[in-house]
């Protein structure tokens, strides 16, 4: 049973245009949530987070929201940029489980001219 | 050298030999953490350990055995391994496994690509 979904394989977006990457998750009891970049031939890399006590965060371009009633969030990137192309992972963490991060199978951003 | 780094990048075995992957963390943090992440599906997580004790061995077959001499060194030792186990493997590090402040971010490594023949 897959407790983080990112059920958009794949998004393509305009350059300068707002990229909306969406995360679903099926535990209640996850109360911190991350994004990661992944460039191709490279591990994943930290972007932005979000504590369950917080509804929004924002870092330069990019925003994460979180809705916990509808064990939902989002990562907002915008204005989207050609280097911004790369797959992202949703994952998400439990305090009591402390070690362990979930994450989803990740959507492929393409930013095009 | 910064950051979490793991060699080889790039390993092809066969199914009778013994390898080793390693991963290296220059960030001071006392966690460390091994992945698989296999096409199309999440990363998984393998192993952690914290303060160089294993905590978590999540169900891995003993044909992979992870080794962690200190908090900033880690090693999967392979042998005997299947074609199913050809994969990308990530080593991954954070402060602590604490669930405090700080301590939430794991910071990867490039990972190995591992084909089993």
């Known amino acids: 049973d897959q407790q983080v979904k990112q059920n958009s394989p794949s998004l393509s977006v305009q350059e300068g245009r707002i990229s909306i990457l969406n995360c679903d998750y099926t535990n209640s009891m996850f109360d911190y949530f991350l994004w990661y970049k992944k460039y191709p031939a490279e591990g994943p890399t930290f972007l932005i987070s979000i504590s369950s006590i917080k509804d929004k965060n924002e870092d330069g371009r990019f925003t994460v929201f979180l809705n916990k009633s509808a064990k939902h969030l989002s990562l907002h990137i915008v204005p989207s940029q050609p280097g911004d192309s790369a797959v992202y992972f949703c994952a998400a963490r439990n305090t009591g489980t402390a070690s362990k991060l979930t994450f989803g199978t990740g959507t492929r951003l393409q930013v095009t001219l | 050298e910064t950051g979490v780094t793991q060699t080889p990048r790039h390993l092809v075995m066969g199914m009778t030999n013994k390898k080793s992957l390693k991963c290296e963390q220059h960030?001071?943090?006392?966690?460390m953490y091994w992945y698989k992440q296999s096409a199309k599906k999440p990363l998984e997580l393998m192993f952690v350990?914290?303060?160089?004790?294993?905590?978590e061995n999540n169900s891995v077959p003993s044909r992979f055995s992870p080794e962690c001499p200190n908090s900033s060194h880690l090693f999967l030792h392979l042998h005997t391994l299947q074609p199913e186990d050809s994969a990308l493997y990530l080593c991954a590090s954070s402060q602590d496994t604490s669930g405090g402040a700080g301590s939430e971010t794991q910071y990867f490594g490039p990972g190995t690509r591992l084909l089993v023949l």
């Open positions: 350990y914290n303060f160089k004790e294993q905590t």
């Open positions: 960030l001071g943090h006392n966690a």
